[in-house]
């Protein structure tokens, strides 16, 4: 595993999420299709900072882009929380339709992490909405789309 050196580039500065939000800690704990829904930004436990990409984050854009063959204009919204891991035992999470990565402590700097967020970013055109009695295993196998997490880019990313 191969870290890329990290500084925070901004605090947020949007007038719409304040500059340190507060995410509660049972956002993390529901089920993945509701993440998917929306990020609900709440003013319980866990601060988290909004940081813009770093510039080793480019090159990563790059390689995921080169292996699935999919591009996308911007960028999502990057942040950082001071816990890790995020409940239940994550890395780090995108949230569908919001263009919203969260990383745990110290996995902004995890390559394979960034990537496999980067991953889901340029394939959320790609899944289909969830359905009302979506498990949390079938949800999962929905939103990693199996012939870009695993044949196309599998080398470089981690499957889940």
Known sequence: MRLLPFVLLSACSCASTPSTA?????IFA???RTLER??????DTLPILR???????YALRERI???SGLTREGWPTFFQANVYPLPPMRNAFYAFHGDNVVFAMGSAQNERVIMH???HWLT????????????DEEAL?????????VVRCGQIVDAR
């Open 38 to 43: 929306d990020l609900r930004w709440t003013s």
């Open 30 to 32: 529901i089920r993945m």
């Open 141 to 149: 196998t929905r939103t990693h789309p199996n012939e870009y997490f």
């Open 51 to 57: 940081f813009n990409p770093p510039l080793g984050y």
């Open 124 to 135: 959320e055109h790609l899944i289909p909405p969830a359905p009302l009695d979506e498990t």
């Open 117 to 119: 967020e980067l991953l």
């Open 65 to 67: 882009e080169k292996c």
């Open 22 to 26: 507060r995410v509660s800690d049972d």
